[in-house]
């Protein structure tokens, strides 16, 4: 948006807006007029210090690449009375649908309100939800939260990362891919000549296997041997995170560290679930690698307890789950100040991650950006392109380039979604031990 235009919208009234019908058939719900009046509850109290650009519309649109995918994306659009529309994701892996429902619940909290009041938002449906956030609301506050953001950054002409007080690094934002195409010595040697020829320094695989709470010497030997064959098909020189995806218990982990310290990892992510606090202590003390953890957490809130408590090096929350842009920044203060650094996760869609990078881009603590992709473009990575009209999520030289537009950095056409309708909610997998007992993964 031009300047002129822009300080023309702030003198502008706000549009009358009228009832739309909720639609659910293709997976957009347009946003409908609250019956109760044109503003949210509180919003006339800002009404001297605010702007007059209004919240006219809240799209929420559920994508399926495949019919079956247990993670369609759940994008959100807003839109305002000055035509600057933002977008944001909230994809929540298994329970898109709910997701989606819990966006349209927030209509009411936006509709007729000030976009620009991005934190007000964020805290208003934090608090007045009463019951605090877990996952679904978490993720449907993420992405209504990332399009304020980009609304917001779009309306005042810069990048978010700039907004934040970025860059930090002005090469970019260091990044790592998943392990594809096998664990075999060939096919770790071909990987690592394809990560010396594009500048790619740091590698994400996971722990082999199922854990009983307690197992035996075998199964252990097996894992420990797993990963000493990556370091040793990888090389001395490339950075290695070995994720246990809370896949073993406290004690099985807490073997594991110990055994795998001459590899030199750069981190082991949940070595057990990351709601016992207590548990990953004890694996902690057991190892000098760094312990890294979060993604399943919501809300700065979530993560004080291990930060202050010393138990992890690095924490990895996601943007699409903890409560966007406004949460991640929290948090990443909050580790910062205590001397952990961040690597968030991103195994979701393209926005979340791009809205990723510009708080890498900002955070003194910033570590490394995942992204849940091999050294070759995968069809989705293809799709994300088409969309966005630029390779998304690509790293150059090993690292994320910086967005140069204002906002989250690209514009997205409703239609261009439509080539992958919701293919409604999947479950994601459920692994059972041998015994039929419930397995983590």
Not at 360 to 370: I, R, S
Request: one cysteine or more.
């Amino acid at each position: 948006m031009r300047r002129r235009h822009f300080m023309a919208g702030l003198m502008a009234a706000p549009a009358a807006h009228a009832a739309t019908k909720r639609s659910i058939d293709c997976g957009c719900a347009p946003l409908a007029q609250a019956a109760r009046g044109p503003r949210p509850d509180g919003a006339d109290a800002f009404d001297s210090v605010g702007t007059k650009v209004r919240i006219t519309n809240v799209k929420v649109f559920g994508v399926s690449l495949t019919p079956d995918s247990d993670r369609p994306y759940v994008f959100v659009k807003i839109e305002t009375n000055q035509g600057v529309a933002g977008w944001g994701e909230g994809t929540l892996e298994g329970k898109a649908a709910a997701v989606m429902a819990c966006v349209n619940d927030f209509r009411d909290f936006l509709i007729g309100a000030d976009p620009m009041q991005v934190e007000h938002h964020w805290q208003s449906m934090y608090v007045h939800s009463f019951y605090r956030a877990g996952p679904v609301m978490g993720s449907a506050i993420s992405g209504i939260d990332q399009a304020l953001w980009d609304i917001r950054g779009k309306l005042l002409n810069l990048p978010i990362y700039k907004l934040l007080g970025g860059p930090v690094d002005p090469r970019g934002v260091r990044g790592y891919y998943h392990l594809r195409g096998g664990n075999t010595p060939q096919a770790l040697a071909e990987t690592r000549e394809i990560a010396k020829k594009n500048g790619i320094t740091c590698f994400k695989t996971g722990i082999p296997g199922y854990y009983e709470w307690i197992e035996t010497n075998a199964k252990i030997n097996r894992a420990v041997k797993g990963m000493q064959m990556i370091r040793e098909g990888l090389g001395p020189d490339l950075d290695i995170g070995v994720d246990f995806h809370a896949k073993t218990s406290p004690s099985v982990a807490a073997t594991l560290v110990k055994e795998v310290e001459p590899l030199n990892l750069l981190f082991i992510e949940e070595p057990c679930p990351p709601e016992n606090v207590r548990a990953m202590a004890r694996v902690a003390k057991r190892s000098t690698t760094p312990i890294a953890t979060g993604e399943r957490l919501v809300a700065a809130y979530s993560c004080r307890e291990l930060i202050e408590s010393g138990v992890i090096d690095i924490l990895q929350c996601d943007i699409n789950h903890v409560g966007g842009i406004t949460a991640l920044w929290k948090a990443a203060a909050l580790a910062d100040v205590s001397g952990v650094s961040i690597a968030p996760h991103a195994c979701e869609g393209p926005i979340g991650g791009i809205a990723t990078i510009h708080v890498d881009a900002a955070a003194p603590n910033f570590l490394v950006q995942e992204i849940c992709s091999g050294v070759e473009p995968e069809m989705k990575e293809k799709v994300w392109a088409e969309w966005l009209g630029f390779p998304a999520m690509r790293m150059v030289n090993g690292r994320f380039p910086l967005p140069d537009k204002p906002g989250l950095g690209f514009e997205l056409s409703e239609d261009a979604l439509k080539k992958y309708p919701f293919g409604g909610t999947r479950p994601m997998a459920r692994v059972f031990h041998d015994d039929g007992s419930v397995a983590e993964w």
